[in-house]
């Protein structure tokens, strides 16, 4: 049996399981699942039943909360105290933190049971979830397909019901992207909402985590729990805290859905398209009205993305030097003998220092993660700072400028969240450009540090699910919510499970 | 050929704030290896800065300090390089917009004032240590360290010679301590120094291509570096080679300077806006606030000591030499010594006794007010100045205030008009030749005459009162 957050909750709440019980549970389908899709990178039984006997307590002594004993997983990019937490990447593998992030902090203090660590592109950095140390995840709905990525492991687990929920992060589509993939509800809040302290840092002016989830209102529960200031992070917003779920019950009436027109052109599939015209006739039943706007430089969004993600990921990156935890070459005398006993030149010798960098990162980093700390440090470097990095946050200014003129004709902007539905694995492994020119629909968000959600609206090519994505204006998250519940108030898309 | 040396400093100085300039950890000196790291300050995966104030408020008070222009709107940057001490592979600094533009500060070299412009000071953290001494064929790495704050100030190249550029770093030093945002340490490293030397024939406008000395924690240390860098770069240019831009370190045992980097070696520093940190804003408010709580500055305080004490420019500018200094001298006048008087043993007596035991004058055995009551001794006549010397250095020993001394040491001056005439007579009688000598015209006799009475006195004689009744009794 499994659950949505809210029915695992009302079910604490009668007293009808346990936390230890679902987290049992749970495990079991992890455990079960875990070959097939290999959507968690680390499972801690006794960690995890330790948290599920810790709720169990809290609610006989009286002291419950709405989700306590609740379990969820968490994405592997947020620090977890006891927890290993890779990234994705060799880089981490034997990494406990010894703190917890912000996040966790707040799920942990809610009462939310960790069920594991789930899969994800390393270091947040792809779109299929290829790209993890650890092995692809699989799409529960085709293991030919993607999950998407990054956090195809959190989506992957939502789908396949290994967990009702799951924190995620989105830097450039990250939660959207294969919350479509695999048929599951995701939020990208507006930048700020959400704490990024201890979330490693991809690209810090662009990552936010947030929840996946199978419904909107769950989606709600876990934004109730993960947002909120917090002084740790400098770019966190102080604002007064929110209830996500106080307009879920609100009536569509009136509301102005904005069609971008570049965002419904050539390159998008055909059946992504009539699965999202068809949902937005779904939306024009509740009420809402649809009206066509532009968003004119949309396309600009893929190299403006491409240059600012990879010029701050090369920064935040330079922690990982063997020098205090992480990966640590065992090679490194060696290749300094060697590379030294090779060099032409003077100046091609390396000192025993620069051997260990070079091939702890040489060995640490999968190939993705050293295109975009190449891409990045070329960008900043001297003589090309003006005419990559520095042209970027202009479009990207742009950008925004475009989306609040959109904004002044609708309340919420319908996008598709990819331009297919998921791909085949492999599939785009040599390509690197195309699987960047897959994400043209989601980046623009991020740049923006706009609010988004994803949520199931149909299925395409070969039974894999299509995902709308809702766009909101900043801080609109309660209104993003409050459309996608009123749409799976009126279908079933969401209650699709995937057969295991 | 006749040269110009043209020299431009960086220092960086250590802002004295309790915690670090982006975490929380302490920034105490000397502790056990890495009992001052936090998560932060070793960069774990996901940690992330977040602004002391303490030290932008430093920074404010340094910029007004100066009359430099203080951004409303700062940018934090990051500089980025590869080194085990520096543990999140960059260095969080100010680059494009710094807080501080602008400001001058006066030297005196000789009796000359000078003017030097700063370019600029921004805020920056201190990387760690690499340390390598304890460690066979491994290096440790203590980031205790890491993350303390850090101004960096920047001269513009207008210093002629390495006297006019130590005269401003001791300026910049007594300004930084006087205004209370460094603890001006220089063994534990709190205000280093580099220093930018070319020189060029005179008269030339161009600057000539300049090599950076890196690091140098003495005001004597700065002078050999200087002066060995200028001679080695003449006769460079002199033997006919190119001075080629470098960073070199000065090395105090051979007293040479050695390169470390040339340019072709320099980093790429991908500097960009720390994505971490807002932009630093500074309201009005904030400033005016800081200004109103700004100490009185040094040269403020000099102006005001020739105008309300009446002492000569000179004194003023040796009692405002420290903070401690000029509020030692306050207090002595305000417990009722004379000005100058004070000046003169203040600058005399007690800074040579200070200088010899190497003490601070805060640490003075005796204080102020003590210094003052002895002062007020010699202003109503009770001893005379010769007297008072000994009676200092009995309280300098016991701690015994200067009454007291001179109780139990019977050294009050005799003022008492019979009993001089008394000794005068005596002393006349005596020296009936040097009387005839005096009366024969010899001025100097009289002195003679005046020392055998103090003599015959024990010296607790009134001089003046001896002057005028010996004055009087030689008709």
């Not at chain 1, 390393?122 to 140390?133: D, H, I, L, P, R």
């Not at chain 1, 879920?248 to 509301?255: E, I, R, V, Y």
């Not at chain 2, 240590?129 to 704050?149: C, Q, W, Y």
Request: aromatic share 8%.
């Amino acid at each position: 049996m499994t659950y949505t957050l809210k029915q695992a909750a009302d079910l604490l709440a009668a007293g009808k399981t346990s936390a230890v019980e679902l987290a049992s549970d749970y495990l079991a389908r992890i455990e079960a699942a875990q070959g097939a899709l290999n959507a968690f990178i680390t499972v801690d039984r006794e960690l995890t039943l330790a948290m599920a006997r810790k709720a169990d307590a809290s609610r006989a002594a009286g002291n419950a909360g709405l989700l306590t004993g609740v379990p969820i997983a968490h994405k592997d990019i947020f620090c977890a105290e006891g927890w290993k937490t890779t990234c994705g990447s060799k880089m981490l593998e034997h990494f406990v933190s010894p703190y917890d992030a912000g996040v966790v902090e707040r799920c942990t203090a809610a009462g939310l049971v960790t069920l594991g660590r789930t899969n994800m592109d390393e270091f947040a950095m792809g779109s299929s979830n290829e790209n993890s140390a650890y092995g692809a995840v699989r799409n529960p709905w085709d293991r030919d397909a993607v999950p998407g990525g990054s956090s195809g492991g959190s989506a992957a687990a939502v789908a396949a019901r290994l967990a009702p929920a799951a924190t995620a992060t989105d830097t450039g589509g990250s939660i959207r992207q294969p919350a479509a993939f695999c048929g599951v509800t995701g939020l990208k809040p507006t930048y700020g909402v959400v704490s990024r302290y201890g979330m490693v840092a991809y690209a810090s002016s662009l990552d936010q985590g947030g929840p996946i989830a199978q419904t909107a209102e769950d989606c709600a529960l876990m934004l109730n729990v993960m947002a909120g200031h917090d002084v740790r992070d400098s770019t966190s917003l102080e604002m007064a805290k929110e209830d996500y779920s106080r307009d879920l019950n609100q009536p569509l009436k009136g509301l102005r859905i904005g069609m971008p027109r570049e965002y419904f052109g050539a390159g998008l599939a055909a059946d992504v398209a009539a699965a999202i015209e068809s949902a937005l006739a779904e939306y024009r039943k509740l009420g809402a009205e649809v009206v066509e706007i532009s968003l004119p430089r949309t396309e600009l969004a893929i190299p403006a993305y491409y240059v600012i993600a990879p010029a701050e990921a090369s920064s935040n990156l330079s922690r990982f030097d063997g020098v205090r935890y992480g990966h640590r070459s065992q090679n490194y005398e060696a290749y300094f003998e060697e590379h030294n006993k090779e060099a032409k030149e003077e100046k091609e010798k390396v000192t025993l220092l620069e051997a260990m960098y070079e091939t702890s990162r040489a060995e640490g980093f999968g190939w993705e993660v050293k295109r975009r700390i190449l891409t990045g440090a070329y960008v900043l470097s001297h003589g090309y700072y003006d005419a990559y990095y520095l042209k970027a946050q202009k479009v990207r200014r742009l950008l925004s400028e475009d989306f609040q003129a959109g904004f002044g004709q609708c309340d919420l902007i319908a996008a598709p969240a990819a331009p297919t539905v998921a791909w085949n694995l492999g599939e785009k492994g040599d390509d690197p450009i195309a699987m960047y020119l897959a994400d043209i629909y989601t980046l623009g968000v991020n740049l923006a540090g706009l609010p988004g959600i994803a949520h199931p609206v149909g299925f395409g090519a070969n039974g894999r699910p299509v995902g709308l994505q809702l766009i909101g204006n900043y801080f609109s998250e309660a209104r993003l919510l409050n459309a996608a519940h009123q749409f799976q108030q009126a279908t079933d898309w969401h209650t699709r499970a995937p057969a295991l | 050929m006749q040269w110009e040396v043209v020299i431009g400093l960086e220092i960086h100085t250590q802002l004295s704030t309790q915690s670090k300039i982006f975490s929380a950890s302490s920034t105490r000196f000397g502790n056990e290896p890495n009992t001052q790291a936090s998560a932060v300050d070793i960069a774990l995966p996901g940690v992330l800065p977040v602004m002391n104030r303490a030290a932008v408020e430093k920074a404010i008070q340094f910029g007004l300090a100066i009359g430099a222009k203080i951004n409303r709107k700062s940018i934090f940057a990051r500089k980025n390089y590869f080194y085990p001490d520096l543990p999140k592979g960059y260095q969080i600094s100010q680059f494009e917009v710094p807080v501080v533009e602008g400001g001058q500060v006066t030297i005196r070299v000789g009796d000359q004032d000078k003017v030097i412009n700063l370019t600029r000071a921004h805020l920056e953290e201190d990387a760690g240590k690499s340390v390598h001494e304890d460690f066979h064929g491994m290096s440790g790495i203590d980031l205790n360290r890491a993350g303390t704050p850090l101004l960096e100030i920047v001269s513009e190249p207008e210093m002629r010679s390495a006297a006019e550029a130590i005269a401003y770093a001791k300026a910049l030093h007594s300004l930084v301590t006087w205004i209370g945002i460094c603890d001006g340490n220089m063994q534990e490293g709190s205000f280093r120094c580099d220093v930018n030397v070319s020189v060029r024939p005179l008269g030339q406008k161009e600057f000539g291509t300049r090599r950076e000395i890196k690091n140098l924690n003495s005001f004597k240390f700065m002078e050999q570096a200087i002066k060995y860098e200028v001679q080695w770069q003449i006769e460079q240019i002199e033997d006919g080679h190119k001075i080629q831009q470098a960073t070199v370190l000065f090395d105090p045992d051979s007293g040479q300077t050695r390169m470390m980097r040339s340019k072709e070696d320099a980093h790429d520093y991908r500097y960009f806006p720390d994505p971490d940190l807002p932009p630093l804003v500074i309201d009005e408010a904030w400033i005016e606030r800081v200004r109103s709580e700004l100490p009185e500055l040094p040269e403020a305080m000099q102006a005001r000591f020739q105008s309300q004490y009446g002492i000569p420019a000179y004194d003023a500018a040796t009692l405002t030499s420290s903070k401690a200094m000029a509020s030692y001298y306050e207090a002595t006048v305000a417990a009722g010594a004379d000005a100058k008087l004070a000046s003169n043993w203040i600058m005399g007596e007690i800074s040579a006794t200070l200088n010899r035991e190497e003490r601070d004058i805060a640490d003075s055995p005796v204080a102020a007010d003590a210094l003052a009551l002895l002062i007020r001794r010699v202003m109503d006549g009770t001893i005379n100045n010769k007297t008072a010397k000994d009676v200092l250095k009995k309280m300098w020993e016991a701690g015994d205030s200067a009454d007291a001394i001179i109780e139990r040491d019977g050294l009050k001056q005799e003022s008492d008009t019979g009993a001089i005439e008394a000794i005068i007579d005596e002393v006349l009688a005596a020296n009936a030749a040097m009387v005839e000598e005096y009366k024969s015209g010899k001025e100097k006799a009289f002195n003679a005459l005046v020392g055998q009475c103090m003599k015959a006195s024990k010296g607790k004689a009134n001089p003046a009162q001896v002057n005028e009744v010996l004055k009087r009794k030689l008709g």
